[in-house]
């Protein structure tokens, strides 16, 4: 099993920035996208970005060009560098990591971190 240790969440002034950090530990080789869903109180759960193994990535069209994922391979870990906030970014942001079962997809999450946005 993965278990997802994240960091760095806060709270800054719209315009600023953040990097969050996610450290996997436990059967991490067979994971092979890793990244950053977020939720607002009373709203969907939303996708941030994603990272997979072969270094591609993704972003939601909310993010895009204010929001870079990376990853440390030798660390397991990946980092979501956050600039230009604004208010409606504020959400907990959960780590999430998939991993191969046989033929079937394992989704661990990690328990989340507060990001606050103020204006």
């Known amino acids: 099993q993965v278990q997802l240790v994240e960091s760095g969440g806060g709270l800054v002034q719209a315009g600023g920035s953040l990097r969050l950090s996610c450290a996997a530990l436990?059967?991490?080789?067979?994971?092979?996208?890793m990244g950053w869903y977020r939720q607002a109180p009373g709203k969907e759960r939303e996708l941030a970005a994603d990272?997979?193994?072969?270094?591609?990535?993704n972003y939601g069209d909310s993010v895009k060009g204010r929001f870079t994922i990376s990853r440390d391979n030798a660390k397991y870990t990946v980092y979501l560098q956050m600039n230009s906030l604004k208010p409606e970014d504020t959400a907990v942001y959960y780590c999430?990591?998939?991993?191969?079962?046989?033929?079937?997809?394992?989704?661990?999450w990690g328990r989340g971190t507060q990001v606050t946005v103020s204006s």
């Open positions: 999430f990591a998939d991993s191969r079962a046989g033929a079937s997809t394992v989704g661990s």
């Open positions: 436990g059967s991490t080789f067979s994971i092979y996208a």
């Open positions: 990272i997979r193994s072969g270094g591609g990535t």
